[in-house]
């Protein structure tokens, strides 16, 4: 029997992380991906546009006019990966490749998630990020940071 091969937070870290190469964001790629009590897929997403909104008619810059920057337009990975859930969420885990921002807190409190396990938190001096672990814990929804570190997709063409 093998004993290298990789764990389940590698391996559901890893799907977020794939998720993540898909986003046409310059700045952040961020991939989520849910998984049921049974360790089973229900849900993945990246950032990006709405559905048919193109990537090249919206701007993907983070910084002047609101309405200049990709902040009003670009739906996040975990509000994605809710929407492209296959089933009921109740009582399932939530791989994201970067610590959910308060909106997305909401969406993910509000579908019955219980669990987020994150990789990156780079906002967490933010007001926001406070905002968002006040409601994790008054809810009782766990999280925990995991370093997979950078995995290998040498066959992707």
Avoid at 74 to 86: K, P, Q, R, S
Avoid at 112 to 130: D, R, V
């Amino acid at each position: 029997m093998r004993k290298d091969y990789i764990t389940w937070d590698q391996y559901f870290m890893g799907v977020a992380k794939l998720s993540a190469m898909r986003s046409k964001d310059p700045g952040t790629q961020v991939g989520a991906c849910i998984i049921n009590a049974g360790k089973r897929i229900v849900g993945i997403g990246y950032n990006g546009l709405p559905q048919g909104c193109k990537d090249d008619e919206f701007p993907w810059g983070n910084e002047g006019d609101f309405l200049q920057t990709k902040y009003p337009f670009v739906v996040h990975a975990e509000a994605n990966a809710i929407l492209n859930a296959t089933t009921n969420l109740k009582g399932s885990t939530m791989y994201v490749t970067l610590f959910p921002c308060n909106e997305c807190t909401k969406l993910i409190i509000q579908s019955g998630i219980t669990e987020i396990i994150y990789e990156s938190n780079k906002y967490q001096s933010s007001k926001e990020h406070e905002a968002a672990v006040k409601m994790l814990k008054a809810s009782h929804v766990n999280f925990r940071q995991i370093q997979v570190g950078e995995l290998r997709y040498d066959k992707i063409t």
